[in-house]
DNA sequence: CGAATTTGACCGGCGC
DNA sequence: GCGCCGGTCAAATTCG
């Protein structure tokens, strides 16, 4: 497991990984301060966030390479067919968190689950069927170089399901925010091809903030800034997306002293890049943000043109790291 | 004792 | 129409 610094773009997330077509790929490596990424998404109209997401990497970058059929095959929203963008971190036990928009109705049997005994099946089920047919939320996938399959985000997962992948010795854990009234999702899966990189996808929006630690650590993390968690859509320009953050900061500052649940490996080590375990980005450099929106509804760029490169100065954060500007939130300065 | 996890069953969409 | 597969439910079990 020395091969942690994969380069950003050695990355292919369909090869790795089929997503949906809305979902983003993240792609961190603590070498340098770069971020890449191909961007471009689509969000349901009536996202109030496009979507927002975290990485964590301390002193580190993260590079965002984010894929986009744009097809978004209008029927089957949560079918994993389609790649999602992904953001891989090197540094191992990081965490990822996020969430994106939407206004899940909850329980968005997208497939599968019982109907209560007592509802009259037919009538309700069906109808629940079509009308929320799916409500798509935007994902985000975000790979990890981490021996630990559940990274700590800051928020409190419960585990509902596992399951195994095909093609994959692997298997794929899905995990729903404890929070009652949140309806975010992950799910957590390790690659096939490359085991020592988890792949967590996020789906949905959290409605609260952050919790802290779950289990054992003390209250390192918790959120204050809300405000920032409930954007407005379509303020940005182009394509209108947004993309938040969560509450949590950008990334989870996690104190090298904070491991997520059982004993780091020295090389599951969060501290990447030495010592700045709570630097995201060393102030002062600067992050590189290649945008190709992929046909995706705000493209901007023809994927197979060259990734054209934007660099901005990472006093912005994580935002000014993966965040295209266009899709910056207007608050958020 | 309450909360979280495990795990087999079930449901629905999609491809053949 | 059938089978496969992803995703979810929920009872049982385990953990703190």
Not at 185 to 207: F, L, M, N
């Amino acid at each position: 497991m020395d091969n942690r610094h994969p380069g950003p773009t050695d990355f292919t997330p369909e090869s790795t990984w089929p997503l949906d077509s809305d979902s983003a790929y993240f792609l961190t490596d603590d070498r340098d301060s770069t971020v890449l990424s191909e961007f471009g998404w689509n969000f349901n109209p009536d996202d109030p966030i496009g979507a927002e997401e975290r990485s964590d990497l301390a002193g580190s970058t993260s590079t965002l390479v984010d894929q986009f059929p744009e097809n978004s095959s209008s029927s089957s929203a949560l079918r994993s067919s389609d790649p999602a963008p992904v953001l891989r971190s090197a540094s191992t036990n990081q965490s990822v968190s996020s969430s994106s928009s939407g206004d899940p109705p909850e329980r968005s049997t997208g497939s599968g689950g019982k109907p209560p005994p007592e509802i009259p099946s037919s009538t309700t089920k069906a109808n629940k069927k079509k009308v929320q047919k799916r409500i798509r939320q935007p994902r985000f996938a975000f790979m990890t170089k981490s021996e630990v399959d559940h990274l700590e985000d800051g928020y409190r997962w419960r585990k509902y399901g596992q399951k195994a992948v095909k093609n994959s010795p692997y298997p794929r854990s899905y995990y729903r925010c404890t929070n009652s009234k949140c309806t975010v999702k992950k799910r957590v899966e390790r690659s096939s091809e490359d085991p020592t990189t988890v792949i967590t996808t996020y789906e949905g929006q959290h409605c609260h903030h952050t919790v802290a630690f779950p289990r054992g650590g003390g209250n390192h993390i918790i959120s204050h800034d809300q405000s920032g968690f409930s954007a407005a859509a379509g303020g940005g320009g182009g394509g209108g997306q947004l993309m938040q953050l969560p509450p949590v900061s950008r990334f989870m500052y996690y104190p090298t002293s904070i491991q997520p649940r059982s004993q780091l490996s020295p090389s599951n080590n969060l501290t990447v890049g030495g010592s700045q375990s709570h630097r995201l980005v060393p102030a002062g450099s600067t992050a590189h943000y290649h945008d190709q929106a992929g046909g995706g509804s705000q493209s901007t760029t023809n994927p197979d043109e060259p990734i054209p490169v934007v660099t901005v100065p990472t006093d912005e954060g994580l935002l000014g790291d993966i965040v295209p500007p266009g899709m910056r939130n207007p608050l958020d300065g």
